[in-house]
C-alpha cells in the first residue's frame, strides 16, 4: 500500500473529494514527522505504538568487499504493534472491526 492508496481510502470511506482527503493524510503525516523528530512518542490506540530509540555506534561491513564500516550512533524508529494489529503463530493479523468475538463457541 502506498500514500495513494491510502488517500483514495480516505476519500471513499468518508465521502470527502480525493483533494480534501491528500490535505489530510499530508497533515497527518507531517504531524507525526514532527513529533518524531522532536523524539516524541506517538501512540495510537488500536493500531500501535511509534516511538524514537537512540542507537548505539557499531561497526558493520560492506557485503560486496568485506571491508569493516563504522556506523555512528543516533536515533531510529521502531513501531510495536497493538493488541488488535498482532499477529498470530500462524501468521494471521488480528482483526476486530466489529464488537463480535472471534470464537466460535
Known sequence: M??????????EKTGV??????QAVDALF????EALTRGERIE???FG????????????RNPR??????????KT??????KELQTHEDGELTHHDSGESDSDS
Open 77 to 82: 524508529i521502531r513501531f510495536k504493534p497493538g
Open 49 to 60: 505504538v511509534f516511538v524514537v530509540k537512540p542507537r548505539k555506534r557499531g561497526v558493520g
Open 17 to 22: 473529494p480525493k483533494m480534501k482527503a491528500e
Open 2 to 11: 502506498i500514500k495513494l492508496d491510502i488517500i483514495n481510502r480516505v476519500a
Open 30 to 33: 507531517h504531524s507525526m514527522k
Open 44 to 46: 495510537l490506540r488500536g
Open 65 to 74: 568487499t568485506g571491508e569493516e564500516v563504522a556506523i555512528p550512533s543516533g
